[in-house]
């Protein structure tokens, strides 16, 4: 059964661009901190560690996101 019979692909398309949009925002924040040199002076360490885990989960997220609607698109 092909997978456009049992979802709504514009509506999982718009739901993907939608977590793409969160995503973003996330990424953007966590680049802020960590390019504000009173953050990185200030913060400890795990914290810092853990600002930039969580960098790297959100851009793998986002591309794994990004691989999904591009496959919905064929």
Same mark, same amino acid.
């Given at each position: 059964?092909? %997978?456009? =019979?049992? *979802? =709504? %692909?514009? %509506? &999982? $398309? ?7 949009? $969160?995503? =973003? ?8 901190? %960590?390019?504000?040199?009173? @953050? ?6 795990? !914290?810092?560690?853990?600002? /930039? &885990?969580? #960098?790297? !989960? @959100? *851009? =793998?997220?986002?591309?794994? *996101? /990004? /691989?999904? #609607? ?5």
């Amino acid at each position: 059964m092909p %997978l456009g =019979d049992s *979802i =709504d %692909l514009s %509506l &999982e $398309k718009k739901r993907l661009a939608g977590e793409i949009e $969160k995503l =973003d925002k996330e990424i953007t924040s966590c680049q802020k901190k %960590l390019s504000n040199p009173d @953050f990185m002076t200030k913060a400890k360490p795990e !914290v810092i560690e853990e600002m /930039q &885990e969580r #960098l790297t !989960v @959100f *851009i =793998d997220t986002k591309m794994k *996101i /990004q /691989q999904a #609607l591009e496959r919905l698109a064929t």
